[in-house]
């Protein structure tokens, strides 16, 4: 469990959340030997927008990295967790910006996905979507413009096809 945290002033509070496991920095400066992958180039407008998008796909990208590894566990854990409950919701926070619920979002729904689960990947700031813009996937209208006019989220929603991600 993870009993305590430590914040930016050195305060240690409480707090009791099961610890699932540790996910190491990704998205180092690419090398001269990495080449984007040719689905990245196509959505991507500049080179940190292919490195944003390549963060977003370590899962599916790198399977045998710790990261990939430890999203496995978790998913493990929210198996065990959640057994028999038909449709789940995992909801990724954080406290800060820049925290990485966007790529830590991003990745476990890829890794659900490749797997086999029907999985609906939300970005839900709508303030400020990171999450769709790391993704290639900005449209003109979102979720909320599909609920407020009564469309279905299948006609502003977006699918992988490699992984059938929506």
Do not use: H
Request: aromatic fraction near 4%.
């Amino acid at each position: 469990y993870l009993k305590t945290y430590q914040d930016s002033n050195g305060k240690v509070g409480a707090v009791g959340f099961k610890f699932l496991g540790y996910l190491p920095t990704i998205g180092s400066k690419p090398t001269k030997e990495d080449k984007p992958a040719e689905s990245d180039l196509k959505v991507a407008r500049s080179p940190a927008a292919i490195e944003r998008r390549a963060r977003m796909r370590v899962s599916i990208d790198a399977p045998a990295s710790m990261f990939s590894e430890t999203l496995r566990s978790a998913k493990i854990a929210f198996d065990v967790v959640m057994e028999g409950q038909g449709s789940r919701v995992i909801g990724v926070i954080s406290v800060l910006p820049g925290e990485g619920k966007s790529t830590v979002a991003a990745n476990l729904a890829g890794l659900l996905a490749a797997n086999g689960a029907r999985t609906l990947l939300i970005d839900g700031d709508l303030r400020n979507p990171g999450l769709s813009r790391s993704l290639g996937m900005e449209a003109e209208q979102g979720l909320m413009e599909a609920v407020v006019s009564g469309q279905t989220w299948q006609s502003v929603g977006k699918i992988d096809r490699q992984t059938k991600l929506a």
